[in-house]
T-cell receptor, first 114, second 115 residues
Framework: DADVTQTPRNRITKTGKRIMLECSQTKGHDRMYWYRQDPGLGLRLIYYSFDVKDINKGEISDGYSVSRQAQAKFSLSLESAIPNQTALYFC?????????????FGQGTRLTVV | AQSVTQPDIHITVSEGASLELRCNYSYGATPYLFWYVQSPGQGLQLLLKYFSGDTLVQGIKGFEAEFKRSQSSFNLRKPSVHWSDAAEYFCAVVPYAGNNRKLIWGLGTSLAVNP
């Protein structure tokens, strides 16, 4: 099984709908991240969480919200989806306190808003 | 501001040819340095990393990277490219201190491999 699991893998939704993307990890990492990937724009950070009670906005948080339900679970919500939120979304984890700050990624969720 | 630059947006090489992907960072002290690969339809996989010590690091899939402090560079190389290496490659850094130790990403280099 994957260490970082995202559900769903693909989703098509209509404009104005609320949608939740879920992420769970078995790595025991304290930090979790949500990124958005668009062609030519690389990875942009939406939200990140250092632990269950510490959630922070990234560079493009408008229109998104998150919930850290447990150390292993970090969900991303689009309260009212719009077409320009069509993108590939990635969840990632890291544990810089271990001395190795690299991120580990899920397989991604391809979201299409029509 | 801290930044990571990958000057080449897209590169095409022939199978069997050598490859070098460039990465430069803007940061006062030597950060942690990473290369990731994203195959089509997949998540990002860590190819290699540099923290300290030997400036030439070996990674998975036959890749290596060399850290050059004087040039603030961490270029990725492979002696002989295989068709399966076609993918998006991302360079990333984590400042040694500050920035809450978050990754700073380059915009990526898309690699195409001709048969």
């Amino acid at each position: 099984d994957a260490d970082v699991t995202q559900t769903p893998r693909n989703r098509i939704t209509k404009t104005g709908k609320r949608i939740m993307l879920e992420c769970s990890q078995t790595k025991g990492h304290d930090r979790m991240y949500w990124y958005r990937q668009d062609p030519g724009l690389g990875l942009r950070l939406i939200y990140y969480s250092f632990d269950v009670k510490d959630i922070n906005k990234g560079e493009i948080s408008d229109g998104y919200s998150v919930s850290r339900q447990a150390q292993a679970k970090f969900s991303l919500s689009l309260e009212s989806a719009i077409p320009n939120q069509t993108a590939l979304y990635f969840c990632a984890t890291s544990a810089p306190g271990t001395g190795s700050p690299e991120a580990f990624f899920g397989q991604g969720t391809r979201l299409t808003v029509v | 501001a801290q930044s990571v630059t990958q000057p080449d947006i897209h590169i095409t090489v022939s199978e069997g040819a050598s490859l070098e992907l460039r990465c430069n960072y803007s940061y006062g002290a030597t950060p942690y340095l990473f290369w990731y690969v994203q195959s089509p339809g997949q998540g990002l996989q860590l190819l290699l990393k540099y923290f300290s010590g030997d400036t030439l690091v070996q990674g998975i899939k036959g890749f290596e990277a060399e850290f050059k402090r004087s040039q603030s560079s961490f270029n990725l190389r492979k002696p002989s490219v295989h068709w399966s290496d076609a993918a998006e490659y991302f360079c990333a850094v984590v400042p040694y201190a500050g920035n809450n130790r978050k990754l700073i990403w380059g915009l990526g280099t898309s690699l195409a491999v001709n048969p």
